[in-house]
Each structure stands twice: as structure tokens, then as C-alpha cells.
């Protein structure tokens, strides 16, 4: 294989494109983005801030859906702009690596991050992971240079930021690397360039209407993790186990191990600032996230920072065993769950989502455990948090709601609610009757 970035573009490219074909339908909190990005094209810039998500990706979304009125379907959209940005990353992540430890780390850096299930999944799934990546990339790659971009790299940071709240960790790292490697005036420089660009977050909120919040995830993430656990601690212990097979997952069951492998041998010789640099916001964000849940979107984040030492540990293995095709074999290998079937590929809901906007006034809403019917019928999709019984009953028991759409098995608890707000079982529409996984779905209609 060829050692040109541009192979690594071709090949990252091919397999997010395939990945938007396999994955035609967002995940749960890709329909928030995409509901943001909708209402902003519509209605202005007040959506992008009245949501618990950052900014970023639905703005990027509404310009594209707003440079075509009409003419692209919005899923579309996210996931052209999600998947391009998450192409492009990889061509800092091949330059930082190559700088650190040489070409060959780069190409297979380059091609983990290009074929990795998950850093193909979450883009087409619209998720915000996409222009995370990149921003997280280019910071990377502006303060690796042989002249450190500091500026350049704050931007970066911010935009990281402007993303995903977790962003804000570039800035100190940034910062620290920079006093080490070149001058106090460049990192605050650094700091200065971040600080103007997450400004946007806050100053965004306040001008249309929403207080001065630097991140609304803060608050919410305690109150619906840690905060609103019985034991705070022992919520915090109980997932902060799991993060190691959360990390597994999420950055590649051959990839991850590299990555502990190739950190450990560069650990042994002295890590330099440039790598520490790598590793401290990867660190944080491990200790961070289990006061809200251990999942692996939130490994994979700055999970490419580690890439480069993924590389290293490959290319190392690949110069010293004999049987080198058996080994890029299980590379491959380890990221085939991207062709296999996915729970979250959930076309019914789409379809349903549909059909029920069609039978609804713009007044009636619904009541739903599936965020992605809301969705596609055109309702604001709740917040994300665990849909609870007692909120659907709650809903239902709202005049305007006329329908109620459940999952079989998953919200069991609210139907005595239903039955006493005036609710009964209907057949699905006759299209969707025989439609895969239209068994697991139950359909709620208001008595008239």
C-alpha cells in the first residue's frame, strides 16, 4: 500500500460513503442535531442554542440544508457533513503521526482511523463526531508541526469545543506543550485564539435569549448521571469499571490494544512533551465521563490522539513477525462488525415517523420511547435522557396527543396509563405491517 496521504484520503472517503449506505438512519442523538439544524434553517439562529448539544455540526447542517431549499433530505445532510469532516481528519492525523514516529506509524494510523468501525458508524449516524475529529486533528497536527501553530491550534480547540463540551481539555493540554516546547507567549497565545472561538457558545446563547451558559451539558449530564444517582460514588465507581471495554469497543479490538502497546513502549523509553500532550486530554476525558455513563462515543473522541501510537506499535510488529499478511488480516478483521446488522438501523421508525406526520395537525404531538419516530413526524425529539413510563403516560395524557408509539416490552409499565387516558391498540398502516422489526412496534390511538 502506498504511504501517500491522499490513498489514506481515497480510502477513508470510500468507507464513510459505504458506511452512509449501510446506516441510513440516525442515531438518537443524531435526530437532535438534525432537529437543530432544521429549526435554524428555518426559523434562525436561536435553535442552534436551545438544546442541550453544542452548536457546530447543526449549524454546519443548516448552511448546506439552507444552500439547497427543498432539494436534500436532511439526513443526507448531516451525514455529508459529518462523514466529510470525519474524511478530511485523516489527513492530520498522517501528518502528527509522521511527524512523531515516521511514515510507516502514519500509514497505519491513517488506515485505523480510515477503516475503524466506529469512526465510520458515528458519521453516519449524524452524529457530532465528525467535526470533532477533524477538530481534534488539526489540533494535533498544528502544534506538531516543526514550528508549532499556536493560533492556529487554539482555533482548533475551540472549534473541538463548539462541537463537543469534552473540546474544552485541548486548551490546557495545548498550553502546557507549548510552554514546554517553544514560549510562555505562545501558549497563551493559544489560549487567547481557544478562548475567542468557545466564546461563540456562550455569547451565541446569551444573544438569542438562553442566559450565558458556557456548555448546557454540564448541568444536565450531572443531573441525569452522577447527581441524580442514590450514591453519587458508587454511580461514578460502577461505570468508571467499564470504561476499559467501552474503550475496546469503540476504538477497535485490535486498535485499542496497539494503543496501550504502543503508549507502554514509548512510556519505558521517556514519553516527550509532544506525546504527553497526546495523552492528557484522552486521560481526562476517561476520568470525566463516567459521572454521566460509560459509553464508547465517548473514547472515540479524543481515541484518535492515540492513533499515532497505535501506529508505531503495528508498523513495529509488522517489521519484527514473519507473518505480516496474517496480521493486517486481523486488522481488517477486527473492524468488520461496520457490515453487520446494527439494532440502531431502524428504518420502521422512520416510516412510521412518516405516515404519523401525515395523519397529525400541527398542533396534535405524540408520545413515543423512540426519539427517532419523533423525529420523522416532524415533532421535536425529547431530550436525551431514559424515556421513562411515567413520561409517556404524562404526554398521552396531554388533549392535543392522538398518538402513542412503543416499542414492545420497553415501556410495559405506562399501559394502565394509556387505557385510563383514553387510549387503544390500533393496527399498524397496512405498508408497514410486513415491514422488518414492525412485530416489536405497538401503536396507540386516542379513542375518539
Same mark, same amino acid.
Given at each position: 500500500?502506498?504511504?501517500?496521504?491522499?490513498?489514506?484520503?481515497?480510502?477513508?472517503?470510500?468507507?464513510?460513503?459505504?458506511?452512509?449506505?449501510?446506516?441510513?438512519?440516525?442515531?438518537?442523538?443524531?435526530?437532535?442535531?438534525? @432537529?437543530?439544524? %432544521?429549526?435554524?434553517?428555518?426559523?434562525?439562529?436561536?435553535? !442552534?442554542?436551545?438544546?442541550?448539544?453544542?452548536?457546530?455540526?447543526?449549524?454546519?447542517?443548516?448552511?448546506?440544508?439552507?444552500?439547497?431549499?427543498?432539494?436534500?433530505?436532511?439526513?443526507?445532510? #448531516?451525514?455529508?457533513?459529518?462523514? #466529510?469532516?470525519?474524511?478530511?481528519?485523516?489527513?492530520?492525523?498522517?501528518?502528527?503521526?509522521?511527524?512523531?514516529?515516521?511514515?510507516?506509524?502514519? $500509514?497505519?494510523? #491513517?488506515?485505523?482511523?480510515?477503516?475503524?468501525?466506529?469512526?465510520?458508524?458515528?458519521?453516519?449516524?449524524? !452524529?457530532?463526531?465528525?467535526?470533532?475529529?477533524?477538530?481534534?486533528?488539526?489540533?494535533?497536527?498544528?502544534?506538531?508541526?516543526?514550528?508549532?501553530?499556536?493560533?492556529?491550534?487554539?482555533?482548533?480547540?475551540?472549534?473541538?469545543?463548539?462541537?463537543?463540551? %469534552?473540546?474544552?481539555?485541548?486548551?490546557?493540554?495545548?498550553? +502546557?506543550?507549548?510552554?514546554?516546547?517553544?514560549?510562555?507567549?505562545?501558549?497563551?497565545?493559544?489560549?487567547?485564539?481557544?478562548?475567542?472561538?468557545?466564546?461563540?457558545?456562550?455569547?451565541?446563547?446569551?444573544?438569542?435569549?438562553?442566559?450565558?451558559?458556557?456548555?448546557?451539558?454540564?448541568?444536565?449530564?450531572?443531573?441525569?448521571?452522577?447527581?441524580?444517582?442514590?450514591?453519587?460514588?458508587?454511580?461514578? !465507581?460502577?461505570?468508571? @469499571?467499564?470504561?476499559?471495554?467501552?474503550?475496546?469497543?469503540?476504538?477497535?479490538?485490535?486498535?485499542?490494544?496497539?494503543?496501550?502497546?504502543?503508549?507502554?513502549?514509548?512510556?519505558?523509553?521517556?514519553?516527550?512533551?509532544?506525546?504527553?500532550?497526546?495523552?492528557?486530554?484522552?486521560?481526562?476525558?476517561?476520568?470525566?465521563?463516567?459521572?454521566?455513563?460509560?459509553?464508547?462515543?465517548?473514547?472515540?473522541?479524543?481515541?484518535?490522539?492515540?492513533?499515532?501510537?497505535?501506529?508505531?506499535?503495528?508498523?513495529?510488529?509488522?517489521?519484527?513477525?514473519?507473518?505480516?499478511?496474517?496480521?493486517?488480516?486481523? +486488522?481488517?478483521?477486527?473492524?468488520?462488525?461496520?457490515? $453487520?446488522?446494527?439494532?440502531?438501523?431502524?428504518?420502521? %421508525?422512520?416510516?412510521?415517523?412518516?405516515?404519523?406526520?401525515?395523519?397529525?395537525?400541527?398542533?396534535?404531538?405524540?408520545?413515543?420511547?423512540?426519539?427517532?419516530? @419523533?423525529?420523522?413526524?416532524?415533532?421535536?425529539?425529547?431530550?436525551?435522557?431514559?424515556?421513562?413510563?411515567?413520561?409517556?403516560?404524562? @404526554?398521552?395524557?396531554?388533549?392535543?396527543?392522538?398518538?402513542?408509539? !412503543?416499542?414492545?416490552?420497553?415501556?410495559?409499565?405506562?399501559?394502565?396509563?394509556?387505557?385510563?387516558? #383514553?387510549?387503544?391498540?390500533?393496527?399498524?398502516?397496512?405498508?408497514?405491517?410486513?415491514?422488518?422489526?414492525?412485530?416489536?412496534?405497538?401503536?396507540?390511538?386516542?379513542?375518539?
Amino acid at each position: 500500500m502506498t504511504r501517500s496521504p491522499w490513498s489514506l484520503l481515497l480510502l477513508a472517503l470510500t468507507m464513510r460513503v459505504v458506511g452512509c449506505v449501510l446506516r441510513p438512519i440516525p442515531a438518537r442523538d443524531g435526530v437532535a442535531y438534525l @432537529w437543530m439544524a %432544521e429549526q435554524w434553517a428555518a426559523n434562525g439562529l436561536g435553535a !442552534l442554542f436551545d438544546n442541550v448539544f453544542h452548536p457546530l455540526y447543526p449549524f454546519t447542517v443548516g448552511l448546506l440544508l439552507q444552500a439547497s431549499p427543498g432539494q436534500l433530505d436532511t439526513v443526507v445532510a #448531516g451525514q455529508i457533513v459529518a462523514a #466529510g469532516c470525519s474524511t478530511l481528519a485523516v489527513l492530520p492525523i498522517h501528518f502528527s503521526t509522521r511527524r512523531l514516529f515516521g511514515d510507516r506509524a502514519a $500509514l497505519w494510523a #491513517g488506515v485505523m482511523f480510515a477503516i475503524g468501525a466506529w469512526f465510520v458508524r458515528h458519521p453516519a449516524e449524524c !452524529l457530532s463526531e465528525g467535526p470533532f475529529h477533524l477538530g481534534v486533528a488539526l489540533w494535533a497536527a498544528a502544534l506538531l508541526a516543526p514550528k508549532p501553530r499556536a493560533l492556529l491550534a487554539g482555533v482548533a480547540a475551540g472549534a473541538a469545543f463548539l462541537a463537543r463540551p %469534552e473540546g474544552l481539555a485541548l486548551v490546557p493540554a495545548g498550553m +502546557l506543550l507549548l510552554a514546554r516546547r517553544d514560549t510562555v507567549r505562545a501558549a497563551f497565545g493559544h489560549a487567547i485564539a481557544a478562548t475567542l472561538v468557545t466564546a461563540l457558545q456562550p455569547f451565541g446563547s446569551l444573544w438569542t435569549g438562553h442566559g450565558f451558559v458556557l456548555t448546557p451539558k454540564a448541568a444536565f449530564n450531572w443531573e441525569v448521571g452522577a447527581g441524580g444517582a442514590s450514591s453519587p460514588l458508587g454511580h461514578y !465507581l460502577e461505570n468508571l @469499571w467499564q470504561v476499559p471495554g467501552d474503550a475496546w469497543e469503540g476504538l477497535g479490538y485490535l486498535v485499542f490494544p496497539m494503543m496501550l502497546g504502543g503508549v507502554v513502549w514509548r512510556w519505558r523509553r521517556g514519553l516527550d512533551a509532544r506525546e504527553v500532550a497526546l495523552l492528557l486530554p484522552f486521560a481526562v476525558q476517561c476520568a470525566v465521563f463516567p459521572l454521566l455513563r460509560s459509553n464508547l462515543r465517548f473514547v472515540s473522541g479524543f481515541g484518535v490522539l492515540l492513533l499515532p501510537f497505535a501506529g508505531l506499535a503495528f508498523a513495529t510488529l509488522l517489521q519484527r513477525w514473519r507473518w505480516r499478511w496474517l496480521l493486517v488480516l486481523l +486488522l481488517v478483521a477486527s473492524e468488520a462488525k461496520l457490515w $453487520l446488522g446494527h439494532p440502531a438501523d431502524r428504518t420502521v %421508525e422512520r416510516d412510521l415517523g412518516r405516515w404519523l406526520a401525515t395523519q397529525m395537525s400541527p398542533a396534535d404531538t405524540l408520545a413515543s420511547d423512540m426519539p427517532r419516530l @419523533w423525529f420523522f413526524a416532524h415533532r421535536r425529539p425529547p431530550p436525551p435522557r431514559v424515556i421513562r413510563p411515567e413520561d409517556l403516560v404524562r @404526554w398521552a395524557q396531554q388533549p392535543s396527543c392522538r398518538f402513542v408509539a !412503543l416499542r414492545r416490552g420497553r415501556s410495559d409499565a405506562a399501559l394502565p396509563g394509556l387505557v385510563q387516558a #383514553g387510549f387503544a391498540v390500533v393496527e399498524l398502516p397496512a405498508g408497514l405491517r410486513d415491514a422488518p422489526d414492525a412485530g416489536s412496534l405497538q401503536l396507540w390511538q386516542r379513542s375518539p
